[in-house]
């Protein structure tokens, strides 16, 4: 281990684990065995990586998180387009990868960088392609599959084995339901199922349990019927919702709204 040029003293790194000289190893860190660390990742402090899992590329992960046993994480992407850049995997803090999830770094193509935030849950076999980025307190549960360049805000859930189109959106505090098909853009605060996945309903029980107030709820169902509901063309809909958002004094209510309008991808299906 002598050859390592970064490795805190306080760290607990077993005997059989594999970690390449020029890899940076933070203070109070441990390291299971046979896990294997390449040259380019840098490892802050607190985390807890478990047997035989895979650390590779350009790859920075920040304190607090856990990585369970045969996670592959900053491996080279899935995507053609890629001839080995030096494109970036950045990971925040308090972050749990549980076992045989995988995670990509980005392409040049796609800004070279696949970004999570913190607080994150991937569960069982879930997978972050390249160019993804990921929030704070977003859960992948077990099978949830991202394909490359999408957007997932705040608080956001993705049920198992769903999957979700490449360039695709989902908005802060979304539910996706298990084994859902996502093609387009799902919008904040939203719910949506079924094999092409559709929009089903407002977020209710998963907003009360973030701790909205019940008149948000209650502005929110009402922006979410005007925008989606009326039956009216799109620029009477849009009119209608922001009148709705007005008179509550919403922001979450325009918060939903503006993602409509400025989404390119269209929506899933109400």
């Not at 002598?2 to 760290?11: D, E, K, N, V």
């Not at 599959?145 to 805000?153: F, K, N, Q, Y």
């Not at 904040?188 to 998963?206: I, K, T």
């Amino acid at each position: 281990m002598t050859a390592i040029l970064s490795i805190h003293p306080t760290t607990d790194i077993h005997p059989t684990a594999v970690i390449a000289e020029g890899a940076w190893i933070g203070e109070g860190t441990s390291i299971g065995p046979y896990s294997v660390i390449g040259p380019d990742v840098r490892i802050g402090a607190g985390n807890r990586i478990g047997p035989h899992v895979v650390i590779d590329g350009v790859t920075e992960i920040g304190d607090g998180n856990q990585i369970f046993q045969f996670a592959s994480v900053g491996a080279a992407p899935q995507d053609l387009k890629w001839h080995g850049e030096r494109t970036r995997l950045v990971i925040g803090h308090r972050n749990i990868i549980r076992e045989n999830a995988t995670i990509h770094p980005g392409t040049i193509q796609g800004g070279g960088e696949t970004v999570i935030g913190d607080d994150n849950l991937l569960m069982v076999s879930s997978h972050v392609a390249h160019d993804c980025r990921l929030g704070n307190h977003v859960h992948l549960v077990n099978g949830a599959t991202l394909a490359g360049h999408i957007e997932i805000g705040d608080y956001a859930i993705l049920s198992g084995l769903c999957a979700v189109h490449q360039h695709a959106r989902i908005g802060r505090h979304a539910f996706i339901a298990g084994g859902a098909m996502v093609a387009q853009d799902v919008p904040p605060f939203c719910l949506v199922q079924g094999d092409r996945a559709r929009l089903v309903a407002l977020n209710d029980v998963g907003l009360r349990r973030a701790g909205f107030v019940e008149a948000d709820v209650l502005a929110l169902r009402r922006v979410f019927r005007a925008l989606f509901k009326s039956g009216l063309d799109r620029a009477a809909r849009i009119e209608a919702a922001r009148a709705e958002a007005d008179r509550a004094h919403c922001a979450a209510g325009h918060e939903l709204i503006e993602f409509v309008v400025a989404s390119r991808r269209g929506l899933v299906a109400a």
